[in-house]
């Protein structure tokens, strides 16, 4: 699967979506027939207008659309997402409250040692949607054009600029923090209860810098209210031409997410295996 976002198409995004969401429902035939017959609540574990948001919500729209019965979403923020994870776990295993999960769970697994819950036991994957690159952003006020300006300019003031994150153990958390550790910078991190709020203090100048997801952030960058100094991917994102990967002034680097959909581990096995023979094939996606 391409890391650039935008090549993977509107159309091919929802068809993984709903696919996905069909694979919960299904443990016998007639009850596939007939779900979902009550709306279905999509749970982010962040604030609005972050790409764990704008993900959940082209999925909610196009089944509903389809399906008959409304996809909500619902945000919960708070906690670095563990708040929305944990409401997935208490929630009946019944293909109606779902997780629109990162690998922000994934890193919280291991981070914080003392969880109501545990992401691995109590949480069942059910699909892969996407995965895409960080890009490395300042407010163009900020005095730095390139990579190695930047870390200049931050070996000259330790401790003085700002990193924005979506919160402590996220992503574009972990992608700041292996940027630090490999140039060896002295930053001060500003965690967020999302990469929406994250994105907004970036704008107004009120933080210096963020890691943030290529969705979130490249409308910003081509109305020139923010800039890219630099992709987390290995290579560069076709979405992003022009923009160098850090892995070219800071050989090794690379930070990936990904994104998919979860539900209570009490839905069973049987139910997700015997539900993937009913994928929706890809000539009934609407054109």
Do not use: C
Request: overall charge neutral.
């Amino acid at each position: 699967m391409s890391n650039d976002f935008r090549r993977f198409s509107r159309r091919q995004f929802l068809y993984l979506g709903a696919g996905t969401v069909v694979l919960l429902a299904v443990s016998r035939a007639v009850w596939a027939q007939a779900y979902p017959s009550r709306p279905v609540r999509m749970i982010v574990p962040f604030a609005p207008a972050g790409t764990s948001d704008i993900v959940a919500r082209l999925i909610a729209q196009w089944l509903s659309e389809h399906l008959g019965q409304q996809f909500i979403v619902e945000n919960r923020p708070g906690g670095a997402g563990n708040i929305g994870t944990e409401t997935v776990v208490r929630a009946l295993p019944d293909g109606y409250t779902l997780l629109v999960g990162d690998v922000s769970d994934a890193i919280n697994a291991m981070l914080f040692e003392r969880l109501s819950f545990n992401f691995i036991r109590d949480i069942a994957p059910v699909a892969n949607i996407v995965r895409v690159a960080n890009v490395m952003v300042v407010n163009p006020s900020f005095p730095a054009k390139t990579v190695p300006e930047f870390i200049a300019y931050a070996e000259a003031n330790p401790g003085k600029i700002s990193i924005a994150s979506a919160g402590i153990g996220t992503p574009n958390h972990l992608s700041g923090e292996l940027f630090k550790a490999m140039a060896s910078l002295d930053m001060a991190h500003v965690p967020y209860r999302g990469g929406g709020p994250a994105i907004a203090d970036l704008l107004g100048g009120q933080v210096d810098v963020t890691f943030a997801v290529v969705p979130t952030a490249i409308e910003y960058i081509r109305a020139g209210r923010l800039r890219a100094l630099a992709v987390t991917s290995a290579t560069p994102q076709d979405a992003l031409p022009n923009v160098p990967p850090i892995a070219d002034f800071l050989p090794g680097y690379e930070a990936i997410g990904w994104w998919g959909l979860f539900a209570p581990q009490q839905i069973s096995a049987a139910v997700i295996d015997s539900s993937t023979r009913r994928l929706i094939q890809p000539s009934t996606i609407p054109k």
